[in-house]
């Protein structure tokens, strides 16, 4: 069965880092792509970045640019997503998903991990 377990959450304040890690397990990971998506408090949900199936074209909001840097080890069938100059904007629940291709739909997504940027 398909699993995603997203972690790597925690309190940081702004200015800080944190990298999120996310475990797949249940299916073929290097043939995906992978999606970090979020939900503030009382907000929508919003996609973060994505990265394609081997690695190469990650995309990002433009609220993130620059900050942060999705990545995969598909050897490790893990998803990361590592953020520097955090905000507190960007305090979310933040999860890992998965779809076949770039504009298809997301099928799984984890339980998400909670990162809280305050002073």
């Known amino acids: 069965q398909v699993q995603l377990v997203e972690s790597g959450g925690g309190l940081v304040q702004p200015g800080g880092s944190l990298r999120l890690s996310c475990a797949a397990s249940g299916f073929t990971f290097r043939t995906y792509w992978m999606y970090w998506i979020r939900q503030a408090p009382g907000k929508g949900l919003e996609w973060v970045s994505v990265?394609?199936?081997?690695?190469?074209?990650?995309y990002y909001a433009r609220s993130v640019k620059g900050r942060f840097t999705i990545s995969r080890d598909n050897t490790k069938n893990t998803l990361y997503l590592q953020m520097n100059s955090l905000k507190q904007e960007d305090t979310a629940l933040y999860y890992c998903a998965r779809s076949v291709a770039w504009g298809y739909a997301i099928d799984y997504w984890g339980k998400g991990t909670l990162v809280t940027v305050t002073s």
């Open positions: 990265i394609r199936s081997d690695g190469d074209r990650p």
